[in-house]
């Protein structure tokens, strides 16, 4: 099971989770304020969630062109060759790796965050940009 399925699961569990929860409060509630109050909070509570997952950007590199995708968007396509500048960064915590980051900012003003997490070719890319294109690597410090 790919890692977009699991998420996908995940919001419905989520939901549902959610939903469970709601519809136990509203009927111990008396009054109809406290009802629609807990209604627009659990929805409130979804969409806030579903739009945070929606941002996790999945990614493969094929060749020289890298496909972008994300839970309910169309697969899109970039080519290296359009990379104005990028970083790789590492982020710690108490001296522990917590996350691995490739940020592209591409020709258009188009700007990709990459985590190692959301693909298997973190390192392929990150190899790829070194060999290719090494001077638009911008350091941060």
């Known amino acids: 099971m790919g ?8 919001i419905v569990f989520y939901i549902l989770l959610v939903s ?10 008396e009054e109809l304020w406290q009802k629609v109050v807990l209604i627009i909070f659990a929805v409130a509570i979804m969409v806030l969630y579903i739009s945070n997952t929606n941002k996790i950007l ?8 890298l ?6 968007s169309k697969e899109k396509q970039y080519s290296l060759k359009a990379i104005s500048s ?15 980051v490739i940020v592209l900012n591409m020709n258009g003003g188009t700007k990709l965050n990459l985590s190692k997490r959301n693909s298997k070719d ?3 890319l990150s190899n790829y940009l070194n ?5 638009a690597f911008e350091s941060k410090k």
């Open 131 to 135: 060999e290719n294109i090494p001077d």
């Open 86 to 100: 990028w970083t790789e960064t590492r982020y710690h915590f108490l001296d522990v790796n917590t996350a691995l």
């Open 122 to 124: 973190f390192e392929k």
């Open 3 to 10: 890692k977009m399925t699991k998420d996908k699961l995940l």
């Open 20 to 29: 469970s929860a709601a519809f136990l409060m509203i009927e111990r509630s």
């Open 67 to 72: 496909v972008t995708r994300q839970l309910f």
């Open 58 to 65: 999945y990614y493969k590199l094929i060749d020289d062109v």
